[in-house]
């Protein structure tokens, strides 16, 4: 993780989170630990509990609590209410959230007397703490971090549109070419999805609700149905809108035997398992590992993948660690910044600022070897002058000359 | 241009402007005409003149000022400032720019009692309003309406993509497949064209200042270098930046002999037209029409295409009428919002609503015969809410699970 | 025409056609003269018809003749049948042709005497010369000149590829993303120009009889289906298929109003005119230059693009010269194979041999700039033996290792 | 693998090959017992070695002997060669090669007199076939399996496009977008390389001796140079030659610290594993699974994949289950032919005939629910016809018309 390691090297030198009691609700994985190494090293005390209680590595964080002296709620397997209320407990002035339970948990308790605000990672998340806003209920700033342009470039479109595809021929051994592949969602992650399901040979039929967006997916020379007309074209069904119930009975009963069900998104409600279940003869089979067979009643098959939980996350190895390396290396910025002028920020979920993305780009790219120009003087000027050029006016848009 | 037609339709039922003054300083042609007449449907009266004067098509002025009505001040090559001048006595209401001349001079008169405010079309012109607001000196809100989602998707990258690249093949009658192409500036319209040239089997190098966007070139798959290192390596080289001098005497030292200089840019600035001259051993010679050739001292000939003005403009014809109908419906939807609600912003650029953009986009996919499905009014609830759904959490990002 | 030049210069120096009869029935353009003369460097005598009487340019016709000494029997409008009387008077020994006019008509008159065998550069021209030899009625060796594997790779994939759909835009100006294009025919020229397509935003539906290409395109991400159901679907067709009628009344009937039909194969027979115009209620109407529209009982418009004639020719500018310089340096090789070694070949269609196409393929390479490899000798003789290598066997195929 | 079922059960009906004895010597994998099976329903004997003994599934052996009464010759991690002399003893009538042992075996025991003729599936063993035929030392008609179209469109350019580059990113879980992919060698396989590789936002080039295929890459918008230069761009290198020592010192020697060497051609020859252990300081440490590092005098790293043994087989599950299904259905086909009408094929290498191509083609598209259009009689005589199309000439290429 080269961005974040030169990101920990300044913070070492700097301490920019001196003495900050910095709380952090994540997937207690190696790469949380890379993040939390970073922190400690910027003077931060460190606080940390699990997302998910399955994913929790617990070497990881033993020499998290031992070695490095951070507080470590976070056991595999335990329930994670618990945890949360002793981290709750433990008076955070800085959050990082996955999924937003730090952050509401801190309000449920009326905990905000030394916090300054926090770091949420999921458009999920997000989603629950904008509504919390909208009802006058969320008194602190909240980064955006996983809506900074670095994120949605690196993580969104490029880390989730391979890992997707990655997750779903692992668990399938399917070659894309040729197959007909449904994207249900075109955010900058169903972009992706639909990039790389298109470089793989797929044909790819897009699903949108957002005008905007539908039409951008046609214009990049997708198909654009409504579900119901896809479901019946699609040999593979990837959902990535966020909102739930978008495959449910009613594709299910026109979907073709054989297609494979796949979800992207973050929480396992895109595919309605419940009126799927409810439409199968049988408990579904696992025909091999991460693939249940799902029989109805007039023979077809339909194969859903790892029980309909984000699939590049279960069927793969999760994102590539350069890309875990960007995020996280962003996340580091974003907490020095919230510790520093970002404290003064109104309440709200508000946005990484342009500066912090641009380092993290800049990081990136000297990791890849790539040079970039920069503006003279002059061209600086010529940029910002409101003068207009000595020079001929261009001729009509939309005429011939 | 079936989605402006919608909107005059609407217009001519609702009246929303009635008896406003609305002037335009746009380029006077057939596509600005349908726009004026929709303005004129919603009631308003209309003034205009004309951004560039050599591109007047004097019988759509004509027919302008007496079939309709309007307050024509355009003359095909007669000099814009009287002109200007003569709007500027009109007293207009709102105004619609193309490079922010009407804007400017009507701050400069200090003719702003019954204004409104305004619509910007271009780059450049929000360029020299933003630093008349960073200046103090902008005293009304412009609406921004190229930097509309809806335009972004339509006009920068997709119609611009594809008229820069017809408008150089036109030019030199060149196959792309197998030329290395260089673009510099990587904003919608530079990807765009990376885009279509590498649909058109172009080797693409890209040239980006910005860390954020070059990462994301890098990330397309684009080779991204300094413009140095690129100038050794292209076969073709299009200026897409919106600075000045992005190509000069340093690039054109090491290009290729029988090398391609287009511009894409609203401004003929950013191939240092002098510095080519001050290189070039003898006047440029007109190959063939459009293609100035360029003789350096030791021998090597640079094509400039069409004196460095807009390629896709000068060489092609234009934006397609659909991606104009686009533009122009937009404007018309603002222009609405600006005498309606609009009229309350604060001054200084302002976005244009995304509802605004949404309809448009709605409108366009209406006429591709494209439908979408709407969120149920329990999505909506999901989105909105945030209580966690009851459902598994996602196994950790990063982490085999 | 840099390889082409190339190929004249050798030629020059060596002679390789000292004396011979070579009588070409070609398109009489700047690009054939410049054929021509390559040949007549070589040593031949030259005589030229017009394979079009429409195309031949006077001034090209006159200065071979007058300057270069050809024997030309071309005159612009002028009637080819005489003129290609004359020409199997001159008793040629080798031809060229564009069609296999020149080669029938020395059939025909049994003027075989001194002929040694011909060159053909159209598809159309090798499918008669093959039902011609099925016949037993083809009595000497002619090279497929365009199905050398440089001239598929060159000239019909990326060559017709781009300018078909140049010709389109120019006629029509119209965005290409987001259109749905039809290709009718997944050769060489519809794969070029689905491709194209693609990268031009379309979304691109193939229809094709063979059904390894069939699978291809599909594997390619394309949309395979019958000509009837892509009907309802096209917003613009592209027939390159070689056989008439591809288009016809049952398609017309029920294609969207607005409908764009171009033809990309060589005879105006794809798409037939004669139930077009019988299902058409009136005469159709030219709405700009090149674009007939046909109005329907029902009130649905189609739009014919160039009369059903080859849409790249007629709309754009042909080809680029850089692929008619790939072309004519083949045929002017070819020229000099079947004056040495290949008039041993036997009678019939024979493959250009790929040293030819190497020796092309290399000097085009050249011309870009482009550097290869060799083999060591280490590494050939590797490649030439058969003695298995000594190392460890790959794994099985298809398994788990 | 529905296309050999169906072919599977066709024999059964039909019994083309009644009393014949088939020997193979393949990866004895399920997909193998699959194509026993449908052999054995044909009414053949079946012998069966190991072509890999690494390979080899014991159950699948021993299920095929006992409950199919194949005669199996494998046993999982046996010397081959005893196995090969039993076979040959066996004097099977027809063969299956994968590699041309058993056919080379058979010649050097001059076991010929039943000996019909054989089917060989890869390139490497073509080319040792070809040089045995060169030298006059092939003395029955062996069928190319692998090069029939249909193996070339499917297995060739998708099957091992994909899982080649599946078998990179399972073995480094690396982002691809972004990372300069070198692909070395542009035959079929390379092609599907360098597709899926650019599909995946990676910066590809290529390197190449055919002219031909070098002018295809640059066509296609990749970068085309020599391997010495590419060596010096590359973060990932992926060889596809068949050819020995693509990769060697010079080539190690200007590496960039951490590229990755993977190898995707047949045997394990293409990345030169002497000159890499030569130049490495250390012997080379497992960092993970499959990933070698070699650490070289200057500090940096080169990490090999897979010992340098096929990627795409050792580091992902090998083809999909579909690949092997359109590659096993064509041999089945072959073999039937090979017992018919080849068998008066004359000896040596010898194509499959298109016939066998179009109808696996045709099976599979019937599988993906593709529908295909057939020429009319009219159209079919069109075709075949050589007198000219009543219709006018098309203009001239090349020429404005």
Chains 1, 2, 3, 4 share one sequence.
Request: net charge negative.
């Amino acid at each position: 993780m080269p961005v974040l390691r030169q990101v920990r090297e300044r913070f070492a030198a700097q301490r920019p989170l001196e003495g900050l009691r910095i709380a952090a609700c994540l997937h207690v994985t190696a790469e949380t630990a890379a993040l939390m190494r970073a922190l400690l090293a910027g003077g931060a005390q460190v606080g940390l509990c699990a997302a998910n209680p399955l994913s929790t590595r617990d070497d990881v964080a033993a020499a998290l609590a031992e070695v490095e002296g951070a507080a470590v709620f976070a056991r595999r397997g335990e329930a994670p209410e618990e945890a949360l209320d002793e981290l709750v407990a433990w008076r955070p002035q800085l959050t990082l959230d996955d999924g937003a339970d730090l952050i509401v948990a801190l309000h449920e308790a009326d905990a905000l007397e030394d916090y300054l605000g926090g770091l949420e990672e999921t458009t999920t998340g997000l989603v629950r703490l904008r509504a919390l806003a909208a009802a006058g209920a969320l008194h602190r700033p909240v980064l955006a971090v996983n809506e900074a342009r670095s994120e949605r470039v690196f993580n969104d479109r490029y880390g989730t549109g391979q890992s997707a595809l990655d997750g779903i021929v692992r668990a399938t051994n399917m070659l894309l070419a040729g197959r007909t592949l449904v994207v249900l969602g075109y955010g900058p992650t169903g972009q992706g999805v639909a990039q790389r399901a298109r470089g793989a040979g797929a044909v790819v039929v897009v699903c949108e609700i957002d005008p905007v967006r539908a039409l951008e997916a046609r214009m990049e020379g997708y198909e654009v149905m409504p579900a119901l007309a896809a479901a019946e074209r699609g040999d593979v069904f990837v959902t990535v809108t966020g909102v739930r119930d978008v495959l449910r009975a009613e594709h299910f009963q026109v979907m073709k035997d054989g297609a494979v069900l796949a979800n992207a998104g973050h929480f396992d409600v895109e595919i309605s398992l419940g009126e799927l279940r409810a439409l199968a003869i049988e408990p579904p089979v696992e025909l091999i590992p991460l693939v249940e067979e799902y029989r109805l009643e007039d023979g077809r098959r339909l194969h859903l993948l790892t029980g309909g939980r984000v699939v590049n996350l279960a069927a793969g190895e999760g994102h590539p660690a350069e890309v875990m390396d960007i995020s996280f290396a962003g996340q580091a910025l974003a907490a020095e910044y919230l510790a520093g002028d970002g404290a003064a920020l109104p309440a709200g979920v508000q946005p990484v600022p342009d500066g912090l993305d641009v380092e993290v780009a800049r990081l990136k790219l000297e990791a890849l070897g790539v040079r970039l120009d920069a503006l003279s003087a002059d061209q600086q000027a010529y940029r910002e002058g409101w003068t207009p050029p000595v020079a001929a006016p261009s001729p009509a848009p939309g005429s011939a000359p």
